[in-house]
Every structure is written in structure tokens, then in C-alpha cells.
């Protein structure tokens, strides 16, 4: 049902750099801004990423979004093994006029 | 620091209604709007829906013949109402802010989850 794609899994050693793609179409991630959410297992969804590329308070800085065109990725740059997690990409689609999430991530860290 | 609670039950029949409330504290209930997603266990999220103080509401088309979502902003309390469930709606139900579209905002604050479960 998700209409955004993410790659199922990947994985890095600590310190290593990651990066999820999130591929949609011209009515959600082309039209719209990108949000990414990190979810350790148990737990709530945590926002990461807004507005595309923006760092909500307390994020660190290891964590970086970008968009173009259709796709949107979220980059995790010194791995660490807390960011062992899944991680969601979101977006507002015009045609269904509401919100649709990516398929999600799992990141494992080696 | 805005916190947002889920309450309802956890055990719902098949057939019935699901009914859940999100009670919102530490922070302004106006200007956001305030939205409900789930999900099934070992599964990714699904959006359900959003309700503007206004009363304007969205809904995902996949669940719209049988959400409705509410709210009393004085009680600072938006609900969901789920009908006809399945099996296939057993999730962890959360609720959260929405700064919304334009904002792009995302959702920033989020319940614990709550866990319904549909089974007779």
C-alpha cells in the first residue's frame, strides 16, 4: 500500500557513511516537501528530517536529507550503533490528498 | 514539552468500532493539525487521518468509508473512530502533531502507541 520506495535493509560498520533512498512520483515527494522518521524497535516514530533537509532540535548533524525531483534520500554520515533502526520517508501526495509513508529501511549496524 | 497520551481499549470484536482518544498537553492545540497512524506489527507505518481545530479533515481513500476523526479542543482531545474492523486492523495505534503541508513540518510529537488488537 506504501507509495514511496525504500530499499528493505543496509547496513555499515561504525563510523561509516549510509545513505536510503526514497522514490515517489510528481504528485507526493515531486510536489511536496520530505520528512524522514527514525524508529528504534518498541518505540514511536521520531521525527529526523522536515521540511526535505531541516534538523529538528537535538538531531545531530550526522544526519542529512536531500530531495530532487521525485526521489529524497537521508544520509547518516560516523555511523553509530544507536542508529540501529528503522527509518520512514513521508510525504503529502497531491492526487490521494493525504499522507503517504515509504516502504521503510532497516539499518543495521555491523 | 507538548506530550500526547493514547487511550481506549485494547480489545475490540470483529465487526465493531474501534474508538480511540489522544489527549494533548504542554502546548497550543490550535494552529496544528492533529493526525493518526498506525501499524501492524512487524509491518511499516500507514497514515490514517487528520483533523484541523477548524474541523477540516483528511483521510487516507483506502480507510475513508470507515474513519472519522474528531476532536474537543476544550478537553485539548482529538479521537479516531474505526468501523467494521477486521483482523487486518490490528496495529499499534499512535496519534501525533501535524504542522502541516505547507509548514512541511512534519510530524513532531508522538504518542507512545497504543496497541488494539481485533479479535472475538
Known amino acids: 500500500q506504501s507509495v514511496l520506495t525504500q530499499p528493505p535493509s543496509t547496513s555499515g560498520t561504525p563510523g561509516q557513511r549510509v545513505t536510503i533512498s526514497c522514490s515517489g512520483s510528481?504528485?507526493?515527494?515531486?510536489?511536496?516537501?520530505v520528512c524522514w522518521y527514525q524508529q528504534v524497535p518498541g518505540t514511536a516514530p521520531k521525527l529526523l528530517i522536515y521540511?526535505?533537509?531541516q534538523r529538528p532540535s537535538g538531531v545531530p548533524d550526522r544526519f542529512s536529507g536531500s530531495k530532487s525531483g521525485t526521489s529524497a534520500s537521508l544520509a547518516i554520515g560516523g555511523l553509530r550503533s544507536e542508529d540501529e533502526a528503522d527509518y520512514y520517508c513521508?510525504?503529502?501526495?497531491?492526487?490521494?490528498?493525504?499522507?503517504?509513508f515509504g516502504t521503510g529501511t532497516k539499518v543495521t549496524v555491523l | 514539552q507538548v506530550q500526547l497520551q493514547e487511550s481506549g481499549p485494547g480489545l475490540v470484536k470483529p465487526s465493531e468500532t474501534l474508538s480511540l482518544s489522544c489527549t494533548v498537553s504542554?502546548?497550543?492545540?490550535?494552529?496544528?493539525?492533529w493526525t493518526w497512524v498506525r501499524q501492524p506489527a512487524g509491518k511499516g507505518l500507514e497514515w490514517i487521518g487528520r483533523?484541523?481545530?477548524?474541523?477540516?479533515?483528511n483521510y487516507n481513500p483506502s480507510l475513508k468509508s470507515r474513519v472519522t476523526v474528531s476532536l474537543d479542543t476544550s478537553e485539548n482531545r482529538f479521537s479516531l473512530r474505526l468501523s467494521s474492523v477486521t483482523a487486518a486492523d490490528t496495529a499499534v495505534y499512535y496519534c501525533?502533531?501535524?504542522?502541516?503541508?505547507?509548514?512541511?513540518?512534519?510530524?513532531?510529537?508522538w504518542g507512545q502507541g497504543a496497541l488494539v488488537t481485533v479479535s472475538s
Open positions: 521540511r526535505n533537509n
Open positions: 513521508a510525504a503529502w501526495d497531491d492526487s490521494l490528498s493525504g499522507y503517504v
Open positions: 501525533a502533531r501535524d504542522q502541516g503541508v505547507s509548514v512541511g513540518g512534519g510530524f513532531d510529537y
Open positions: 504542554g502546548g497550543s492545540f490550535s494552529h496544528y493539525y
Open positions: 510528481s504528485s507526493n515527494i515531486g510536489s511536496n516537501y
Open positions: 483533523i484541523y481545530p477548524s474541523g477540516t479533515t
